[in-house]
């Protein structure tokens, strides 16, 4: 097993909650790990079938098999189990319930009526570019690692993802979207989900893109809400505050996974990244997960911005703390050109900044302290020390 990140916070959380909730995508290694952690508690999945309608029809029954808890995995998928467990904390301060779903829209939605205050929540995405490193996996290219993706079953069964994409999405269709409101028509859905891969690192366009899917605005937005609260994709937001220029209000859209948006865009070889038409996007998405990794991975729950103004002028991705911005500018290119600096001077303009405030993340090999600022290689994210640093 990789050791995953987010092994010491669930750890020290325990210690202060009787209830942990762990959300994230499907097969992101979430079960793995609770296992790994809480060896001790008996698991107990809600996605059988038999379990379930246990579960359902005869909570407090089903409940007292664990009189010291369990781990109960896809919780969602017995909403009333959650007021039962309210009750037994509250009674037993030696009880502990470790909660795992992939829908994060239900889950939640129960957690606030039921669980508030008494649960410690943490996400758990696809491995990080260091836990594919502890676990001695590497790529002898970017490319290579966009179109594979960072699912952990990828790595464990040794599947390729041309054979587990699909499947992904398949069983993402079958088992989440039919839970969900919204949605009719299965395979417009599907289509839905593939024009949104072919929008990543775009502007987020309502109108046009339920134009294309033949679908109103409005459906286009619930829609995506229902990939959002299931980890398919993300809302980068824009970064406003403290400007007067005319700036872009509209978010950016990005997959949790590069290797599923290249599955849905019909990339079927790593060769074909190269040359495709996405592969800046793609790049792109692949680095700004690494920082939303860094922060969920260590508990905190905030994600990157952009900056954009009305003359096109645009920083890719902003890591805020409080006060604190620091810009990086993201380029696929694999040779270092001061050109990429071009939008990282301008911002330093406007914010009075030093020539060192920045930096540009590239598709080289080699990380290079310059006189204009910092290019890092895409292997070596961990010298951008900010948020989530240990």
């Not at 590497?138 to 499947?167: C, H, M, N, V, W």
């Not at 800046?280 to 680095?287: H, I, S």
Request: aromatic share 12%; net charge neutral; glycine share 6%.
């Amino acid at each position: 097993m990789i050791e995953r990140t987010l092994t010491k916070k669930i750890v020290a959380l325990a210690e202060k909650f009787q209830v942990i909730t762990l959300t994230g995508p499907r097969q992101s290694g979430k079960t793995t790990l609770v296992k790994a952690v809480f060896p001790a508690l008996p698991y107990v999945s809600l996605e059988e079938p038999d379990i379930r309608q246990i579960a359902l029809t005869d909570p407090r029954g089903f409940l007292s098999n664990y009189p010291d808890g369990a781990i109960l995995d896809e919780v969602q998928n017995t909403p009333d189990l959650f007021s039962y467990i309210q009750s037994l904390v509250d009674q037993n301060r030696q009880i502990q319930f470790i909660l795992t779903g992939s829908s994060n829209f239900l889950l939640m939605e129960k957690i606030s009526q039921t669980l508030a205050g008494r649960t410690a929540i943490l996400h758990l995405l696809p491995f990080s570019f260091a836990e594919l490193e502890q676990g001695a996996q590497s790529f002898d290219d970017y490319e290579s690692l966009i179109f594979k993706g960072q699912y952990p079953r990828i790595y464990d069964r040794a599947l390729a993802p041309t054979d587990f994409y699909p499947a992904y999405i398949q069983t993402y269709v079958e088992r989440d979207v039919r839970m969900m409101k919204n949605i009719g028509d299965i395979n417009t859905f599907i289509r839905f989900i593939q024009l949104c891969a072919g929008r990543t690192g775009q502007l987020l366009n309502y109108t046009s893109l339920a134009n294309d899917a033949g679908i109103s605005p409005n459906t286009a937005k619930a829609w995506l809400s229902v990939l959002e609260s299931s980890y398919i994709v993300y809302r980068l937001e824009p970064f406003h505050k403290n400007f007067s220029k005319r700036l872009v209000k509209s978010p950016k859209l990005y997959f949790y996974d590069t290797g599923l948006a290249c599955s849905l865009l019909g990339i079927r070889a790593a060769q074909q990244v190269n040359s495709h038409y996405m592969k800046g996007a793609l790049f792109e998405n692949l680095v700004i997960n690494e920082f939303v990794k860094r922060n969920l991975h260590h508990g905190e729950r905030r994600y990157p911005y952009f900056w954009q103004d009305s003359r096109g002028k645009e920083i890719d991705c902003l890591l805020v703390d409080g006060e604190a911005i620091l810009p990086v500018e993201i380029k696929s290119g694999k040779t270092i050109s001061n050109s990429y600096f071009a939008n990282l001077s301008y911002w330093r303009h406007l914010n009075k900044l030093p020539d060192s405030a920045g930096y540009v993340v590239y598709g080289g090999e080699q990380s290079l302290q310059t006189s204009i600022g910092s290019f890092i290689s895409w292997r070596e994210l961990d010298q951008i020390l900010f948020l989530g640093s240990d």
